[in-house]
């Protein structure tokens, strides 16, 4: 499969167009945003390890859960062929235990379980700094019909369900995550975007030390390290 043109390069990642009219190829890249990419860095690895762990987690999700996914075939350490989707702008956040701007929002300590897994939405728009949206906004603004949202939530939950599994069995608790839809061109709602540290929390089942993007974000260091620590966990790492 050949890459012929850049698509789109996010802060993350880089989208090329293919041979292949129904496929893209995407391209890992280290570099690190917080707080709506005002913040910026690198984290040394962290492309190959979001790649190779998103496509785990992407088979992984398929087969356990029949979930449909956006993944092709792992190219490389740091690229993937992907099914062409249009990205849904919806940023699809579950959480089980409070942390981040569910604890500032509503006063609730970081580290509290809460009583169901709670789902919620954020307008993928960083000029607008990603706002808290609702079913109701989503429709009327024609991001999303009330199918769409039904089976998003029905994905997303299965998700949490198979992640919080496979964490659990390597000793990591899932605080939260964000996923990210593609449409078809047949309409299909399919995962799409990664599964990283990136885009979960991962707290050490027993430490509750911080395995994830927030040791970047709050200057906690050790940042490459819980990267690797993670991969080394679900077996890819070393
Ligand atoms: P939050 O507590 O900052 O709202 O984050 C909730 C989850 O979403 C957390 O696992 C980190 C992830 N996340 C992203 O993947 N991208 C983002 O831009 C933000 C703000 C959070
Ligand atoms: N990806 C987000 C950004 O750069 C931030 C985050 O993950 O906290 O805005």
């Given amino acids: 499969m050949q890459k012929l043109e850049l698509l789109y390069e996010g802060k993350a990642k880089k989208v090329y167009t293919t041979d292949d009219e129904n496929v893209y190829i995407v391209d890992y890249k280290d570099d690190a945003t917080a707080f709506d990419g005002k913040k910026k860095g690198q984290i040394v690895g962290k492309g190959v390890i979001n790649n190779r762990m998103s496509n785990l987690l992407f088979q992984y999700l398929e087969k356990t859960y029949g979930i449909p996914t956006h993944y092709v075939k792992e190219l490389s350490d740091r690229e993937t062929a992907v099914k062409k989707v249009s990205i849904v702008p919806l ?81 990591i608790e899932l605080v939260d995550f964000k996923i990210e839809f593609g449409r078809l061109p047949s309409g299909e709602i399919i995962l ?8 979960c929390r991962l707290w050490d089942i027993n430490t509750h030390e911080k395995l994830d993007k927030d040791r970047f974000r709050r200057d906690l260091g050790g940042v490459e390290e819980a990267y690797n620590e993670v991969f080394k966990r679900i077996g890819l790492g070393k």
């Fill in 91 to 171: 940023e699809v956040i579950v959480r089980n235990i409070a942390a981040g701007s569910f604890s500032k929002r509503f006063g609730v300590a970081e580290g509290t379980q809460l009583k169901v897994p709670t789902l919620e939405y954020c307008l993928k728009d960083d000029n607008l700094g990603d706002p808290m949206i609702n079913d109701s906004h989503i429709i009327a603004l024609g991001l999303a019909s009330k199918e769409d949202l039904d089976t998003i939530a029905d994905i997303t939950y299965k998700v949490n369900k198979g992640l919080k599994e496979f964490f659990e069995k390597i000793g």
């Fill in 192 to 199: 799409a975007d990664e599964i990283s540290p990136d885009t």
